[in-house]
Antibody
Framework: QVQLVQSGAEVRKPGASVKVSCKTF????????LHWVRQAPGQGLEWMGI????????TYAQKFQGRVTMTRDTSTSTVYMELTNLRSEDTAVYHC???????????????WGQGTVVTVSS | SYELAQPPSVSVSPGQTASITCSGD??????AFWYQQKTGQSPVLVIY???KRPSGIPERFSGSNSGNTATLTISGTQAMDEADYYC?????????FGGGTKLTVL
């Protein structure tokens, strides 16, 4: 059974950084892209970027370029999303989601993690 | 940048058909995907590649995509279908989400 299990809730002060993990189960890690999507309270879904677990290459949404870094650890089938210089507007639920097969882009996000609440407050 | 527009809300009576639209420039030339999100839960994929249903998604969910508009149709809507629905597509190797539509089953 395909599952994405994320790390627990985080609280940070403005200006700090946060790193969220997403551990994958039930499929070959290197074969599928992984996305990060966030959702601010009462708002819609916002795509942050994608990582190729095989090569480690990334594409980030323009809004987050310079502040976000996505990495992976193939030994533990885990991807990470680090967001720096946090501000109150970054308070949101952060989701990882599995994408399409590597080298077959523009597919759906077919399995989602449970979400990680990140609160930014002084 | 590419944008997808959805109505903020749609209401439907139980047993009736609900239609949720998603508009974007030449959207019919791209694939449309639809997600259902119930309160407090993660999104669930209900339609991929315009009109395909993942396993486990009821047959009452269907999709179409032509011209500038993709449509999610729920036939025989049930109370359990009350949720937020998001359309999604790809543009220039980036994922684009619509703003979401709250479906109310009254």
């Amino acid at each position: 059974q395909v599952q994405l299990v994320q790390s627990g809730a985080e609280v940070r002060k403005p200006g700090a950084s946060v790193k969220v993990s997403c551990k994958t189960f039930g499929y070959t890690f290197s074969n599928y892209y992984l996305h990060w999507v966030r959702q601010a309270p009462g708002q819609g879904l916002e795509w942050m970027g994608i990582i190729n677990p095989r090569s480690g290459s990334t594409t980030y949404a323009q809004k987050f370029q310079g502040r976000v870094t996505m990495t992976r650890d193939t030994s533990t089938s885990t991807v990470y999303m680090e967001l720096t210089n946090l501000r109150s507007e970054d308070t949101a639920v952060y989701h990882c989601a599995r994408g399409g097969r590597v080298a077959a882009t523009e597919n759906a996000l077919d399995v989602w993690g449970q979400g990680t609440v990140v609160t930014v407050s002084s | 940048s590419y944008e997808l527009a959805q109505p903020p809300s749609v209401s439907v009576s139980p047993g009736q058909t609900a239609s949720i639209t998603c508009s974007g420039d030449k959207l019919g030339d791209k694939y449309a995907f639809w997600y259902q999100q119930k309160t407090g839960q993660s999104p669930v994929l209900v339609i991929y590649e315009d009109n395909k249903r993942p396993s486990g998604i009821p047959e009452r969910f269907s999709g179409s995509n032509s011209g500038n508009t993709a449509t999610l149709t729920i036939s025989g809507t049930q109370a359990m279908d009350e949720a937020d629905y998001y359309c999604q597509t790809w543009d220039s190797s980036t994922v684009i989400f619509g703003g979401g539509t709250k479906l109310t089953v009254l």
